[in-house]
């Protein structure tokens, strides 16, 4: 955000926004709310700015962002008059900005057109409605930094040392303090050799000693259950997410062979310009 915007938007919030009652004139895009020399900012610039706010400011009442984000623009619009012809680098990053702004106006086009619920429904039976039921454990572990350690660990357990216990005192895992529960999960949700060591264990048995790249694990497989497809309620945010993501592909896709486009291979050209700032003026 622009360096002047917080402490504009500071003081109007601490202000209260104590204004006098007075006649307000009903607003449209083009409502000019003020001049800066020759140049207006109507209402539409104003809700403009809004939109591309930080979350934290986004729920604002709007009387209090009002003043700042007016404020804001009318500032920047007398720093920008005392600019009489933008410089090489300036115009640069213009245009990369106008080729960023355009192209994120497509894709937000194209990912609010794109989720329907047809398409919901679509890509739910594509992704779930043959599928079969799959198996979800659930499973504690101990994490320790060493073979010694966990081969320890296994022996107080098999002198019926208590597991919720042991992993509080001795796991160096985020689960340690919850007695080293994992809770629910589904196939390729862990790491290769911890899943291959669930898998292979009964309910309430104890592993041996597993290692994996975050340390020595000792795992106690607590139940399992076959798990049937969830409902599309459950799975909505990654069905929408799902078909946004396939839809701007397409997009893309669509656009690179709508248009000629060559590029240079990095085997053609000498990268190094990348770390000369020189450039960007010349």
Same mark, same amino acid.
């Given at each position: 955000?622009?360096?002047?915007?917080?402490?504009?938007?500071?003081?109007?919030?601490?202000?209260? %926004?104590?204004?006098?009652? !007075?006649? *307000?004139?009903?607003?449209?895009?083009? @409502?000019?709310?003020?001049?800066?020399?020759?140049?207006?900012?109507?209402?539409?610039?104003?809700?403009?700015?809004?939109?591309? =706010?930080?979350?934290?400011?986004?729920?604002?009442? /709007?009387?209090? %962002?009002?003043?700042?984000?007016?404020?804001?623009?009318?500032?920047?619009?007398?720093?920008?008059?005392?600019?009489?012809?933008?410089? @090489?680098?300036?115009?640069?990053? =213009?245009?990369?900005?106008?080729?960023? %702004?355009?192209?994120?106006?497509?894709?937000?086009?194209?990912?609010?057109?794109?989720?329907?619920?047809?398409?919901?429904?679509?890509?739910? /039976?594509?992704?779930?409605?043959?599928?079969?039921?799959?198996?979800?454990?659930?499973?504690?572990?101990?994490?320790?930094?060493?073979?010694?350690?966990?081969?320890?660990?296994?022996?107080?357990? /098999?002198?019926?040392?208590?597991?919720?216990?042991?992993? *509080?005192?001795?796991?160096?895992?985020?689960?340690?303090?919850?007695?080293?529960?994992?809770?629910?999960?589904?196939?390729? !949700? !862990?790491?290769?050799?911890?899943?291959?060591?669930?898998?292979?264990? +009964?309910?309430? *048995?104890?592993?041996?000693?597993?290692? @994996? *790249?975050?340390?020595?694990?000792?795992?106690? =497989?607590?139940?399992?259950? !076959?798990?049937?497809?969830?409902?599309? /309620?459950? +799975?909505?945010?990654?069905?929408?997410?799902?078909?946004?993501?396939?839809?701007?592909?397409?997009?893309?896709?669509?656009?690179?062979?709508?248009?000629?486009?060559?590029?240079?291979?990095?085997?053609?050209?000498?990268?190094?310009?990348?770390?000369?700032?020189?450039?960007?003026?010349?």
């Amino acid at each position: 955000m622009p360096i002047s915007f917080r402490p504009v938007i500071a003081t109007v919030i601490a202000c209260g %926004l104590a204004l006098p009652a !007075m006649a *307000q004139e009903q607003v449209t895009a083009d @409502t000019v709310l003020a001049t800066v020399g020759d140049e207006e900012i109507t209402a539409g610039h104003l809700f403009a700015l809004r939109t591309q =706010l930080p979350q934290e400011y986004q729920g604002l009442p /709007d009387a209090q %962002l009002y003043s700042g984000l007016l404020q804001q623009l009318v500032q920047q619009s007398a720093l920008a008059a005392q600019l009489e012809e933008p410089s @090489t680098a300036v115009e640069r990053i =213009l245009e990369n900005e106008r080729r960023a %702004l355009f192209a994120s106006a497509v894709i937000g086009e194209v990912t609010e057109t794109a989720v329907t619920d047809e398409a919901l429904q679509a890509t739910y /039976d594509e992704l779930y409605a043959q599928a079969e039921p799959s198996p979800e454990y659930n499973a504690s572990h101990i994490l320790v930094e060493s073979q010694e350690a966990a081969a320890e660990i296994k022996t107080l357990l /098999d002198e019926g040392g208590d597991f919720a216990e042991l992993a *509080q005192a001795r796991s160096t895992g985020p689960s340690g303090p919850n007695g080293g529960e994992l809770g629910w999960f589904g196939p390729g !949700m !862990m790491v290769p050799p911890f899943e291959e060591a669930v898998v292979a264990l +009964v309910p309430g *048995q104890v592993s041996e000693p597993v290692q @994996t *790249q975050f340390g020595w694990h000792v795992i106690k =497989l607590n139940d399992s259950r !076959m798990q049937d497809a969830p409902a599309l /309620d459950q +799975v909505r945010g990654e069905l929408i997410e799902k078909i946004q993501t396939d839809a701007v592909e397409a997009q893309i896709e669509a656009a690179m062979a709508a248009l000629p486009v060559t590029q240079k291979a990095l085997e053609e050209i000498d990268p190094s310009f990348l770390s000369n700032p020189a450039l960007l003026d010349e």
